[in-house]
């Protein structure tokens, strides 16, 4: 199984931009089997998919944050990257990367469940 | 979007017990859905996926059924190691969770 480390502020300010990184290890993110995304959890509550990527640039974006969402990938440093533009306390949460696996159904292919996680990073908006 | 709704939110239960949480979507999903452990402080470990196939590695006792719009996931016999919050997830339509089930100490 590969390893996902997320790394990044912990801290943010009200209306600037959260930007996470997350490091892969044991895994290509070039491979043409996976996607790469993002998940996050506010403390005490459920998880939120935010967005995953195709090392080719593809990307899908939950609806409700895609306006403030940018997912990248640099393949040279085999990481992708979060950026999170306008952030609010709203914004507060542990923020995990993980595996976006894919499977295949009637002749197409398509992108199903997260495994493995990465081990998460808590970022905080406040002032 | 499709909304996943889990129930119980909270399961109380003993070691031995066999446990069901149940997860229902707003509209059919086929069998694509997945259920996830997640331990405090820990990120979530996938166990079921395609709604009733065991990801490599996890114990028999979990199994995952259903179809459409309604999923259970079923623990046979609760050890110590099994107490955690369970989440659903969706993945026929972009991908969304449900809001978690925790199963504590009875």
């Known amino acids: 199984q590969p390893q996902l480390q997320e790394s990044g502020p912990g801290l943010a300010k009200p209306s600037e931009t959260l930007s996470l990184i997350c490091t892969v290890s044991?895994?290509?993110?070039?491979?043409?089997?996976?996607?790469w995304g993002w998940i996050r959890q506010p403390p005490g509550k459920g998880l939120e998919w935010i967005g995953s990527m195709y090392y080719s640039g593809t990307t899908y974006y939950n609806p409700s944050l895609r306006s403030r969402v940018t997912i990248s990938v640099d393949t040279s440093k085999n990481q992708i990257s979060l950026k999170l533009s306008s952030v609010t306390a709203a914004d507060t949460a542990v923020y995990y990367c993980?595996?976006?696996?894919?499977?295949?159904?009637?002749?197409?292919?398509?992108?199903?469940?997260?495994?493995?996680w990465g081990q998460g990073t808590l970022v905080t908006v406040s002032s | 979007d499709i909304q996943m709704t889990q129930s119980p939110s909270t399961l109380s239960a003993s070691v031995g017990d066999r446990v069901t949480i149940t997860c229902r979507a707003s509209?059919?999903?086929?069998?694509?859905l997945a259920w996830y452990q997640q331990k405090p402080g820990k990120a979530p470990k996938l166990m079921i996926y395609k709604a009733s196939s065991l990801e490599s590695g996890v114990p028999s006792r979990f199994s995952g059924s259903g179809s459409g719009t309604e999923f259970t996931l079923t623990i046979s016999s609760l050890q110590p190691d099994d107490f955690a919050t369970y989440y659903c997830q969706q993945y026929n339509d972009y991908w969304t969770f449900g809001q978690g089930t925790k199963v504590e100490i009875k």
């Open positions: 044991g895994d290509s993110v070039s491979s043409n089997s996976y996607y």
């Open positions: 993980a595996r976006h696996v894919g499977y295949s159904d009637s002749g197409s292919y398509y992108w199903g469940w997260f495994d493995p």
């Open positions: 509209q059919s999903i086929s069998s694509w």
